[in-house]
Nanobody, 116 residues
Framework: ELLESGGGSVQAGGSLRLSCSFSGVTDSRYCLAWFRQAPGKEREGVASIDSDGEAKYEEDVEGRFTISEDKAENTLYLQMNSLKPEDSAIYYC????????????WGQGTLVTVTS
């Protein structure tokens, strides 16, 4: 189960931190990711982090967003700085429980709105 929080409305240039609490991880090798879907657009990957701590970012957010994991709290974070109106979307967290490349579970999403 994954549960996101932290969405909201912010002015361009501002910051938000999204959180995603997760459970049910039994394998030591897994991958967590953030996706987003804007109105009228397809869902796209934003950032991912694997159980070894290796992070990857979509080009448009690199340098502005930071993905991190608190293993003790089973919580995934996405720190979003220098937000732009085009970052507005519903943000979802997802998990690949055994690093198979297939996502096993999704959160319900949290809305981020960036106003100009």
């Amino acid at each position: 189960e994954l549960l996101e929080s932290g969405g909201g409305s912010v002015q361009a240039g501002g910051s938000l931190r999204l959180s995603c609490s997760f459970s049910g991880v039994t394998d030591s090798r897994y991958c967590l990711a953030w996706f987003r879907q804007a109105p009228g657009k397809e869902r796209e990957g934003v950032a991912s982090i694997d159980s070894d701590g290796e992070a990857k970012y979509e080009e448009d957010v690199e340098g502005r967003f930071t993905i991190s994991e608190d293993k003790a709290e089973n919580t995934l974070y996405l720190q979003m700085n220098s937000l732009k109106p085009e970052d507005s979307a519903i943000y979802y967290c997802a998990i690949d429980l055994r690093r198979t490349g297939a996502l096993d579970a999704w959160g319900q999403g949290t809305l981020v709105t960036v106003t100009s």
